[in-house]
């Protein structure tokens, strides 16, 4: 190996080892808990020798969520309506409405591969230009819902703006949990599925039937 193939190889091993660290770092940390300096010991390499690679603590925190960041986005801006159908028809086998299995998969694929980066993203980022994401992620996932589900103005006794947005909180929630547990993959491939099907399958329909009670009409 010659001499600037060894260097050049060498600086992606540290610059690796770095994102590896700060990872962990901020995992157990948090964004605001976590110092160069303590990723540098961990990685061992001098402070100055972090600056090399990242400018900064946000540059390095950028390096290690914006994958995960990015393929979240893309999910959300997907085009559901050809794939999804939440539930137009009554009960009975497959009235409550489908989630197909290859977009339930996209999500699901994404979570799996970035459980770690999804959980510091999400939990872990107070301190750094990601820390309001949260909110960021359930307003879109809100719109989307209202868009997609309830885009019809039949509801009159039910405030729409609350509703999306309590299923929005829910799912995030419910999904940072699932990623920041110990459970292994296929645990955590069932557990999103069942909570994506338990939160959004036929939720067009069942809003239709809570909105005939709360208004007093019998329901068939």
């Known amino acids: 190996m010659n001499g600037g193939l060894f260097m050049q190889t060498l600086k992606t091993e ?17 964004f605001k808990n976590s110092s160069m300096r303590s ?18 603590k946000e540059d ?31 009960p009975g086998i497959g009235g409550y409405g489908i989630v ?24 872990r980022s107070y301190g750094s230009r990601f820390e309001n994401v949260k ?22 006794t039910i405030d729409l703006s609350i509703f999306t947005r309590t299923l929005a909180n829910t799912c995030v929630d ?16 069932k557990n999103i599925y069942g909570l994506i099907l338990y939160l959004f399958e036929g939720a067009k329909f069942r809003l239709l039937m809570l909105e005939k009670k709360l208004g007093g009409d019998d329901i068939e």
């Open 135 to 156: 909110s960021e992620l359930e307003s879109l996932i809100a719109d989307k819902i209202h868009e997609e589900i309830f885009s019809r103005n039949v509801y009159g």
């Open 100 to 123: 197909t299995d290859k977009v339930l998969q996209s999500i699901i694929n994404v979570f799996i591969k970035y459980r770690q980066e999804i959980n510091i993203l999400i939990c």
């Open 174 to 189: 419910g999904i940072s949990s699932i990623c920041a547990s110990s459970m292994d993959d296929e645990q955590m491939q």
């Open 14 to 30: 540290i610059r690796e080892k770095l994102i590896f660290e700060a990872k962990r770092s901020f995992l157990e940390s948090n």
């Open 39 to 56: 990723i540098a010991e961990a990685s061992g390499v001098t402070v100055g020798n972090v600056y090399r690679y990242f400018k900064n």
């Open 60 to 90: 390095l925190f950028y390096e290690v969520v914006a994958d995960a960041y990015n393929s979240i986005m893309e999910i959300i801006d997907m085009d559901h309506g050809s794939s999804i159908n939440l539930g137009n028809a009554g």
